[in-house]
């Protein structure tokens, strides 16, 4: 009888942390479903995503936050208290100073930037790193604030180019590119 009690409470734990692992990879989604099926042709997922409103509602300061989209881009508008680190000339010795334990999430247009650099952080010794799922371009569809390069709220957002600007889709938000 006791042989079948502790198969049974093992098993019940198995299930319960199969149950637990499959909440934690189930994947972001981006509020518009044409925007989601973009994305998610995008990436490669491997690195872990983030949604835009666990980042939200967890709260800025758990996470360092690194915009890996370009200067011009990251001038027009941020996520508040992102660091810039650029996609083209990125350069890991900018990130030597942030301990590779500490939670980092890395952010671009939609996400494909931001999945490379992080790519690269899990390859230099970074243990949790995540991407941004629809990155800024779904922080802004959700109506989250975004600050410019004074570190002044703004309504203007950096769409790349005229091309992805569709996906911009929160019309409060002015496109440039």
């Known amino acids: 009888m006791k042989i079948y009690?502790?198969?049974?409470?093992f098993a019940l734990s198995f299930l319960t942390a199969c149950q637990a692992q499959e909440a934690i990879q189930e994947k972001p989604k981006c509020a518009n479903e044409a925007f989601d099926h973009a994305v998610n042709r995008w990436l490669n997922y491997t690195v872990i995503p983030?949604?835009?409103k666990e980042?939200?509602?967890?709260?800025?300061?758990?996470?360092?936050?690194?915009?890996?989209?370009?200067?011009?881009e990251y001038?027009?508008?941020?996520?508040?208290?992102?660091?810039?680190?650029?996609?083209?000339?990125?350069?890991?010795?900018?990130?030597k100073l942030?301990?590779?334990e500490q939670a980092i999430v890395v952010y671009c247009s939609i996400g494909y930037r931001s999945e490379k650099v992080g790519e690269?952080?899990?390859k230099a010794g970074f243990k949790n790193v995540y991407n941004l799922y629809g990155s800024i371009f779904e922080w802004a569809n959700q109506g989250l604030p975004l600050v410019d390069k004074n570190n002044q709220k703004t309504n203007k957002i950096h769409t790349y180019n005229k091309?992805?600007?569709k996906w911009v889709l929160n019309?409060?938000?002015?496109?440039?590119?």
């Open 5 to 9: 009690v502790n198969i049974l409470i």
């Open 50 to 52: 983030l949604g835009v």
């Open 55 to 72: 980042l939200s509602k967890e709260g800025l300061e758990k996470y360092t936050i690194l915009d890996a989209r370009e200067q011009e």
């Open 75 to 95: 001038d027009v508008s941020h996520i508040e208290g992102a660091q810039f680190i650029g996609y083209k000339n990125f350069d890991i010795d900018q990130l």
């Open 98 to 100: 942030i301990d590779k």
């Open 120 to 122: 690269k952080l899990i």
């Open 163 to 165: 091309k992805w600007s």
């Open 171 to 177: 019309q409060e938000y002015k496109k440039t590119w």
